[in-house]
């Protein structure tokens, strides 16, 4: 993964490169028995924001599961679908949506790779 740093204002920034970070993540998905695979870019344990992206191979699903806050959903690579009871959500590169505060689950309908952003209360 690509990461830089830089210096603004006397703070040190880190930067990282989504589409590198996508390409390795889709790698391991593909070689993963569960088809899956993610990584926390920012936040965790004691923050209020969240932000993990994942990598599913084609016809992989995230299992149904609740809503763990406040969360959106972006596509940085393939085509994903988002069930949310009788709702669906289709998205490709670029597409952007805020993830409905019930049960759902994702299926990649391809090679994907989504930033999901978490917000809420730290835990």
């Known amino acids: 993964m690509s990461i830089r740093r830089f210096c603004t204002r006397g703070r040190k920034v880190e930067t990282r490169s989504l589409t590198s970070l996508a390409e390795e ?3 391991t998905a593909d070689a993963a028995s569960s088809g899956r ?5 920012y936040g965790g344990q ?4 969240r932000q ?12 149904e599961h609740e809503s763990p806050g406040e969360a ?14 009788d709702e669906t959500w289709d998205g490709a590169v670029g597409d952007y949506v805020h993830i409905p505060a019930r ?3 994702l299926e990649a309908l391809s090679d994907a790779v989504v930033l999901l952003t978490v917000a809420g209360r730290a835990g």
């Open 46 to 49: 004691g923050r209020d924001l």
């Open 72 to 85: 959106t959903l972006q596509v940085l690579r393939g085509e994903v679908r988002l069930h949310a009871g």
């Open 103 to 105: 049960r759902h689950d």
């Open 37 to 41: 695979a993610s990584t926390t870019i």
């Open 52 to 63: 993990t992206v994942i990598a599913l191979a084609d016809g992989r699903r995230l299992g």
């Open 25 to 27: 993540l889709c790698a």
